[in-house]
């Protein structure tokens, strides 16, 4: 897999200094994993009102995977949860692209560096692991509390 310099020095950043890495007290819970290279996370998410208060997440596998997790916490955190919603959406959006897509810096700030990972689709579930995680943790963890609405 050959990636752009400047976006697997990013990726390797995240991988080696994963950004809030570890369980902490959550509102929902799922495990994922991605048989197909065998990449595993448990994920929580905390919601503070409308607002993603904390995603934390024990995860191992491969670099693409842990790192993306990383950014996930990054980027989702201090979001209201609509707000989070359209990054994960644009993320999914440039997984899926097939190599095409450049994504917008300013919606995916360090997720942007996965753009390359979508010409290889063995590693887009990789990629896509922990934001698949995330919606479901917070689809469950917003199912508790029905009055919050963005
Ligand atoms: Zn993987």
Request: hydrophobic fraction near 40%; proline fraction near 3%.
């Amino acid at each position: 897999m050959k990636l752009d310099s400047m976006y697997q020095d990013i990726i390797l950043d995240h991988y080696r200094h994963p950004h809030g890495k570890g369980l902490r007290d959550g509102d929902a819970e799922v495990h994922h994993v991605n048989p197909t290279c065998g990449d595993e996370i448990t994920l929580r998410v905390k919601l503070d009102g409308a607002t993603v208060a904390d995603v934390s997440y024990e995860s191992q596998g491969c670099s693409i995977s842990q790192a993306s997790a990383s950014v996930l916490n990054d980027l989702v955190v201090g979001k209201t949860v609509g707000e989070a919603q359209v990054v994960q959406e644009a993320f999914l959006e440039l997984m899926q692209s097939k190599g095409q897509g450049e994504g917008d810096e300013e919606v995916l700030e360090d997720a942007i560096a996965f753009a390359g990972v979508s010409k290889y689709p063995a590693r887009v579930k990789c990629a896509l692991l922990s934001w698949m995680a995330w919606k479901d943790a917070t689809a469950q963890a917003l199912a508790q509390h029905p009055a919050v609405n963005d």
